[in-house]
């Protein structure tokens, strides 16, 4: 009887435009969610390569050996990084410089791009911006006095996963190994000296760890993520999910508005169809089963159709928008 009275219906053209208005609203919602969620877990990926880890705790002290042996034994990877400014000498040529120093994890994420490439800096080198090797005149395999230390140059830094953007910073880089920091004795008391350490692992070990480290943190020291930064890059971020999160929401209120006006027209349609079947001795039980029965097997058929045309949608959109993806 159900199926007699869905094809029946499914004939006339109201209900035709329900069917296709449901299925609009499954292709449309179901093809820009999954783009959405493409995007946003592409920008998250990308957003540890621009920190070059998963979260970071910044300190103008140093931070307390014991939490860093706390984060390794719950399993996160740890890096340590120190910046400092401090001047340089080529012979007597002396030069401000601002100072990176890192561990051999770095970086954890990202790509750290160098002349020749794959350099890293270890102990005993550095590796400089082209604009300090230009300004003291040096090259690579030159030695370049940093304090109280003599380290050799082994290449030259050209882009750093994590280094951001500052206007403010008019001292070029000098990036060093960690362990070369005490040789320098640059690092003195009272020197502005900011320490970063970088996290990664999985977002239950960073969660569990964040609730341990949190409450023991003092004012200078503040534990972020890239989505906290409150630099260029972390704001946009954070306005790039915004937006996704907006052209979700207004596709899905378009798509009932749509579904809303042809199911209002189709029941206005009926009203003298059901009449016409009560005076006939239908009964209220019996159009509520008729009635019930003939939606759920139009949401089926929408679910089914819409799916198959939000797939499709989705490649069109895929290929379309591929060069702007991250």
């Known amino acids: 009887m159900i199926a007699r009275w869905f094809w029946r219906e499914w004939r006339s053209p109201s209900l035709l435009i329900v069917w296709l208005a449901l ?24 957003s540890r390569d621009f920190m070059a880890g998963d979260r970071a705790l910044r300190s103008s002290r140093e931070i307390p050996p014991a939490w860093l ?17 401090t001047m340089t000498f080529a012979g007597d040529t002396p030069q401000l410089a601002n100072v990176k120093a890192v561990d051999a994890v770095y970086p954890m994420y990202g790509e750290l791009q160098t002349t020749p490439p794959g350099l890293k800096p270890q102990q005993g080198t550095v590796l400089l911006a082209p604009r300090l090797m230009a ?3 040096l090259k690579t395999g030159d030695y370049i006095d940093v304090g109280d230390a ?3 140059i082994a290449g030259e830094v050209v882009q750093e996963p994590d280094a951001g953007f500052n206007p403010f910073q008019m001292a070029p880089r000098l990036m ?49 993520g890239l989505e906290q930064d409150e630099g260029a890059l972390g704001k ?33 349609s009926r ?15 019996q159009l509520q089963r008729l009635i019930v029965g003939q939606w759920l097997l139009v949401l089926a058929l ?23 993806l991250p």
């Not at 299925?23 to 990308?46: F, H, P, T, Y």
């Not at 000296?193 to 960073?206: D, E, N, S, Y």
């Not at 799916?307 to 949608?313: E, K, W, Y």
């Open 23 to 46: 299925s609009l609203a499954v292709a449309c919602v179901l093809a820009l969610g999954n783009i959405s969620d493409r995007m946003e877990k592409g920008l998250s990926q990308q």
């Open 69 to 85: 042996e706390e984060a390794r034994k719950r399993g996160l990877k740890v890096g340590e990084q120190l910046t400092f400014a």
């Open 135 to 137: 300004l003291l005149e």
């Open 150 to 152: 003599r380290l050799r």
């Open 176 to 224: 060093m190994n960690i362990a070369d920091v005490a040789a320098t004795d640059a690092v003195q008391p009272g020197s502005r000296v900011m320490w970063r350490i970088k996290f990664g692992g999985t977002p239950q070990q960073l969660e569990d760890y964040e609730k341990w480290l949190l409450p023991q943190l003092k004012p200078e020291q503040r534990w972020y």
């Open 236 to 268: 946009s971020l954070e306005r790039s999910q915004q937006f996704l999160l907006l052209s979700a929401l207004l596709t899905l209120l378009l798509a009932i508005a749509a579904v809303a006006v042809a199911m209002n027209h189709y029941c206005r």
């Open 271 to 285: 009203y003298d169809l059901v009449a016409i079947l009560k005076t006939l001795g239908a009964g209220r039980a």
């Open 302 to 324: 929408a679910t089914v159709t819409g799916g198959a045309i939000g797939l499709l949608f989705e490649q069109v959109l895929m290929i379309l928008l591929k060069p702007v």
